[in-house]
């Protein structure tokens, strides 16, 4: 059975500084999504993460990958207040259809 | 774009009401699913399907049924609603199996 787990639950930090977000998973899964909630909105598919040393990148936000360690990180750098959101992570198992289960979330919050 | 639509934002029910919950998207997906978010625990997957008339069971489904008569549409029922079912219900489609998932906004449902 996957599990996903994410930390820090909950971050909150100061604009222009660097933080990452992990992802652990406990069994093998065939790629990797994040996706982002802003409060009160629906999710927002942000990377794909499809094999072992996959990187991605789009603006401030850099998605990895390391299936040997069953660890997927998110990379913030030099923050900046409307990256302000909840971020998800998920595993997928193939059954059918593309299963995702998700990791907890992590409600990040960036201050002026 | 992709639409996911779900018909209500908000419900209020009563125990022992049976409720639908609708989802329609617009981009003759194959693959359709119910997730439950609660805060702390992420999504949870409730059912999905992955062809007309198909459903698969999900990690939760004690309590639920869906319905897929029509390729565009997902039913959500809760057959006799409960109060440890208050939460935000999201509907999502895919593609294909390889294709990320594209969320609604979600339907908030207290039940009273």
């Known amino acids: 059975e996957l599990k996903v787990e994410q930390n820090p639950l909950f971050l909150s930090m100061q604009e222009g500084k660097n933080y990452t977000i992990y992802c652990n998973y406990s069994?093998?899964?065939?790629?990797l999504y994040w996706y982002r909630q802003d409060p009160g909105k629906s999710l927002e598919s942000l990377f794909v993460?499809?094999?072992?040393?996959a990187v991605k990148q789009e603006g401030r936000l850099m998605a990895s990958l390391d299936t040997k360690a069953r660890l997927s990180t998110l990379h913030i750098t030099a923050a900046v207040h409307d990256l302000s959101a909840t971020y998800f992570c998920a595993g997928v198992i193939i059954q059918g259809a593309q299963k995702l289960v998700f990791g907890q979330g992590t409600r990040l919050t960036i201050n002026p | 774009d992709v639409k996911v639509t779900q018909s209500s934002r908000y419900l209020v029910k009563r125990t022992g009401e049976k409720v639908f919950l609708e989802c329609v998207q617009d981009?003759?997906?194959?693959?359709m699913f119910w997730y439950r978010q609660d805060p702390g625990l992420g999504l949870r997957l409730i059912y999905f399907s992955y062809d007309v008339k198909m459903k698969e069971k999900g990690d939760i489904p004690e309590g639920y049924s869906v319905s897929r008569e029509k390729k565009e549409r997902f039913s959500l029922i809760l057959e006799s609603a409960s109060t440890n079912q208050t939460s935000m219900y999201l509907c999502a489609s895919s593609l294909d199996g390889n294709s990320p998932l594209h969320f609604g906004n979600g339907t908030r449902l207290t039940v009273t």
């Open positions: 069994t093998t899964s065939d790629r």
């Open positions: 981009m003759d997906h194959e693959n």
């Open positions: 993460l499809l094999s072992n040393g």
